[in-house]
């Protein structure tokens, strides 16, 4: 444990409820009303009342990744486009950001991307069945720095043992962060977590893999000296 993480905090089983996020939403613009309209439908996953069926879904059996707070959307998108032989589902509860992914996506006609519009943990929870995700990926997650606020980060013990859950024996969780305390919060909280080992050996960080896309605001970070950290865990038990 390193020193700046306040391991009582670390330790300490949160209740499942805790949201991580802040719900916020503004006007849509003309290209997420369009995609909302349009491309809605197609992208939207109904989720109540049944699991995730790759096959129904997609109409094929690929490796499946999951992003968690898309945001956006645009990296997503390039992901997507860039690997057609994988499947991608983002999960993201911002009206605004589910709109703009339609548009992205609808625009370039994705056939290998669906989204979902809900909290990413009662989704994971109820929605996938176990071992069916190949890998799970969480980019620039709020940081929530106040101490106070740590409770609320998505990287938590009993978030890390749903994920393994859901993921394939062998499925790797990638998390990427330009903040550096939530950057070592991670990296304890996954060594101290059962059933994971890191990639890059006990206490590494990652060099960014090629397939995650070089976002604006993290080459506007890099450009005035902030760090990204990548963290890389695959499942082995
Ligand atoms: C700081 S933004 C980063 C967005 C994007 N990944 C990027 O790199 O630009 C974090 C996003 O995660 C979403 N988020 C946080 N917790 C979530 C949860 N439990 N389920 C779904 N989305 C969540 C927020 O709504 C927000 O859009």
């Not at 790759?54 to 992003?67: C, D, I, K, S, W």
């Not at 990427?176 to 206490?203: F, Q, R, V």
């Not at 397939?211 to 990548?230: A, C, I, S």
Request: charged share 25%; with cysteine.
């Amino acid at each position: 444990m390193t020193d700046s993480i306040d391991s009582a905090i670390v330790k300490k089983e949160y209740p499942r409820r805790i949201m991580t996020f802040m719900r916020r939403s503004s006007a849509y613009t003309a290209s997420q009303q369009k995609g909302i309209d349009d491309y809605g439908t197609y992208y939207l996953l109904e989720t109540e009342a049944r699991q995730f069926d790759q096959q129904q879904v997609f109409g094929r059996h690929a490796p499946l990744t999951v992003e968690i707070g898309f945001g956006m959307g645009f990296s997503l998108v390039e992901m997507a486009l860039a690997a057609p032989e994988r499947d991608f589902i983002g999960i993201e509860i911002h009206p605004n950001g589910l709109a703009q992914i339609c548009y992205e996506a609808g625009e370039r006609q994705l056939k290998n991307l669906r989204i979902i519009d809900g909290d990413a943990l009662l989704m994971l929870e109820h929605y996938f069945t176990d071992a069916s995700i190949d890998t799970v990926q969480l980019y620039f997650a709020d940081p929530w720095p106040k101490k106070k606020h740590h409770k609320r980060r998505f990287v938590q013990l009993h978030h890390m043992q749903l994920i393994r859950q859901k993921l394939k024996l062998g499925g790797v969780f990638h998390a990427a962060t330009d903040w550096e305390h939530y950057a070592l919060w991670m990296l304890d909280i996954l060594e101290a977590s059962e059933g994971y080992t890191n990639m890059m050996g006990k206490g590494q960080f990652s060099p960014r893999p090629d397939y995650r896309p070089l976002t604006k605001f993290e080459m506007r970070g890099q450009n005035l000296g902030h760090g990204v950290w990548d963290v890389l865990f695959h499942k082995t038990a």
